[in-house]
């Protein structure tokens, strides 16, 4: 399984930013995607994941902000971040779990400026 992240980039406070990720190889139908990140200094953390039939469970930093969605099809997840704040600066990494085996891309940087 491999998973190819993009998106990332640099953007002032209160902008917006799509990741996208797809994922290949040999896939589970049944799976979760989703998204984690790490800030300098502190260790990775759920942002969001969405399951095959599109269940969603989101970090409380991010809820009402960030919106996160798949493409079954394209074995392909997106992130829709809104109203970025500085703290949101981080390396996000893309994640598959297939019957709690975990993959992961390999990171796309998001820097928030104020």
């Known amino acids: 399984v491999q998973l190819q992240a993009s998106g990332g980039g640099l953007v002032q406070a209160g902008g917006s930013l799509r990741l996208s990720c797809a994922a290949s190889?040999?896939?589970?139908?049944?799976?979760?995607m989703g998204w984690y990140r790490q800030a300098p200094g502190k260790q990775r953390e759920l942002v969001a994941t969405?399951?095959?039939?599109?269940?969603?469970n989101y970090a409380d930093s991010v809820k009402g902000r960030f919106t996160i969605s798949r493409d079954n099809s394209k074995n392909t997840v997106y992130l829709q971040m809104n109203s970025l704040k500085p703290d949101d600066t981080a390396v996000y990494y893309c994640?598959?779990?297939?019957?709690?085996?975990?993959?992961w891309g390999q990171g796309t940087q998001v820097t928030v400026s104020s």
């Open positions: 994640n598959l779990e297939i019957l709690r085996t975990h993959y």
């Open positions: 190889g040999s896939i589970f139908s049944i799976n979760v």
């Open positions: 969405i399951t095959t039939g599109g269940s969603t």
